[in-house]
């Protein structure tokens, strides 16, 4: 049998759906849409930004929200010199480890920056809203430098 | 406990694009091939079939159904599958085989990623309100990883590079690799960074394939007569989803997982670690505990060629492949699943004398 | 409004990836025969039976299908629906018959259209045959061939459907 030259097709796959936030996912989430950044307290007192469900130690359900600062500090980072069509932004950017003013663990979100040679773990950074918020994780466009 | 046996495994060769071969294409040849060195016709002829893939990777919905049709289940064959790397699979085929349910088992393991962007398409594992409307890609996760290395001082950037230099020359013997040269540390770190502060070389490459191993008990490899290892032991233990609850420069699960398939009971001359990330594999042998007397991805590791959702069963192919050529007696396998090493198996392999 | 009823309950997160799809080696074979106007089938070496159109393995035997066979697309209906209700995304419109037809020289269905027939009078057994595009509008595709329409020709058994090996010639 004869081989065929190779047949190929663009396409894309969608998946349009819609998730069940639950009460804690939910309470994030709301508070995002108000521009406040909420976090939980874990079994040993950590505050986890954004809140978890359950303990990942003690697999304990957590309910006690605390407030965090919209500022913080980048605990880790990379930058981005070549983004993603898929990327938050189109310039390059830096991926980063944010460790929130109140918070004991690092969240992950976009910082904006002109260089990586502005960026720096222990850098300080502020949460910058975006111009209408849902209730979303990408209601923080990105983070900005101090 | 059941002795379990590996007699036969194969691999394709790792390549950036399949072309046109699809998933039924790619399995054929290595289940041929593992077939012939069983001794055995075919799929009928072994008591449970079990793969590993995952759809996403080629936009395929049900190609892992597809797949079986590779295998011949007319009549109607006992078979499962893992959304998982097939290292999986094999633990399934494996607790198949204790249970009394089987004394032999194919697995196999396939991936084209090559029809879409696997970064991006694996950053849809992760958490689903949190990271994943983010797009936060695997490399850039892996990075930051990296970074928490080198900025606490346990590794350098040499210290990545020497991991690529090595893995490069050892895949010069290597005929199935993708990537294989000689290369200096000095040359790599030349290279320009590519996501910061990874160069493209610390990242495994994307590739297209397959791979199939035979495993039975221990008496059942005596009556087909070949040459086998023996599986002593396997476990697998997962980390949280949450990166900011992780010691990201540490694999704890791994070590817990070598301690749970008795990988501390013996010499270990040979190790596969299945580490996609240059870093990762310093953490993975440091978890680990490998010192000189034990040979790092002879065969060049991930790093020369990543068959995602294959590539993990290949690591226990390869130290499968050295203990029967008789260049090891004992070697630890292991495989990698979800971002920065966070679900991870070990397996532990000897010589059957 | 109330707290409870200001609560974000559930987020719409959509998921777009973009793909490049890959037919098969096989499939390819398949496909550049139907651009040119010719149905073909590939042939299992272990139990010998056609498939139309093939995937790359006998799905019976676990073995690569490689030779190559012509089929005339004379073909047997195996089995039918009327459709009777719009499909969302389906151009044609309702009613009309689906039909799971056994190619002479295959013995594997595929699923294409019925027409120019009278559709409560279309049964199993019933003979058929491909009613072509004009041939500037062929593509790698199966919808090369429009639709199928009633041969004049006495039916066929429901034991032998899938057993003609007719016209089945090697490549």
Known sequence: MLESEVLSQAFELGFTYTRSTGPIVGRFLTDLKNRKITGIKASDGRVIVPPMEFDPDTAEALSEFVGVGSEGEIVSWCWVARPRDAHPLDKPFAWAMIKLDGADVAMVHCVKAESQNDVATGARVRAVWADETFGMMTDIRWFELL | MQKIAIVAYSQSQCVPQAGASNEVELIMPRLQEVYEQAGIRNAQDVDFVCSGSCDYLQGAAFAFVSGVDALGAVPPIKESHVEMDAAWALYESILKIRMGQAESALIYGFGKSSPGELPIVLSQQLDPYYLAPLWVDTVSLAAMQARLMLESGVISESDMAAVVARSRSNALNNPKAQLAAQVSVEELLREEEFVAPLRKHDCCPVSDGASAMIICTAEKAMEWGKPYALISGIDHRIETHNLGMRDLTDSPSTRTAALGAGADSGPIDVAELYAPFSHQEIILSRALGLGDETQINPSGGVLAGNLMMASGLSRIGEVFNRIISGDATRGIAHATSGPCLQHNLVAVIEGAA | ?171
């Open chain 3, 1 to 171: 409004m109330s707290e409870q009823q200001d609560m974000i309950t559930d987020i719409k997160t959509p998921v777009y990836l973009q793909y490049n799809f890959t037919a098969g080696k096989s499939p390819a074979r398949f496909l550049s025969q139907i651009k040119q106007g010719i149905l073909t089938g590939q042939r299992c070496p272990s139990c010998q039976n056609v498939y139309c159109p093939p995937r790359g393995s006998c799905a019976a035997c676990g073995v690569a299908t490689e030779e190559e066979v012509v089929l005339s697309g004379k073909a047997t209906v195996q089995s039918f629906t009327i459709v009777a209700i719009p499909i969302p995304g389906n151009p044609i419109k309702p009613p009309f018959v689906i039909a799971n037809l056994v190619a002479d020289g295959a013995n594997i269905s595929f699923i294409h259209l019925m027409s120019d027939c009278v559709n409560e009078e279309v049964h199993m057994g019933q003979r058929v045959e491909p009613v072509w595009k004009p041939q500037e509008e062929w593509g790698y595709a199966m919808d090369n061939i429009k639709y199928f329409k009633p041969l004049d020709e006495p039916d066929m058994t429901i034991e032998d459907i899938g057993k003609l090996a007719l016209n089945a010639e090697k490549v």
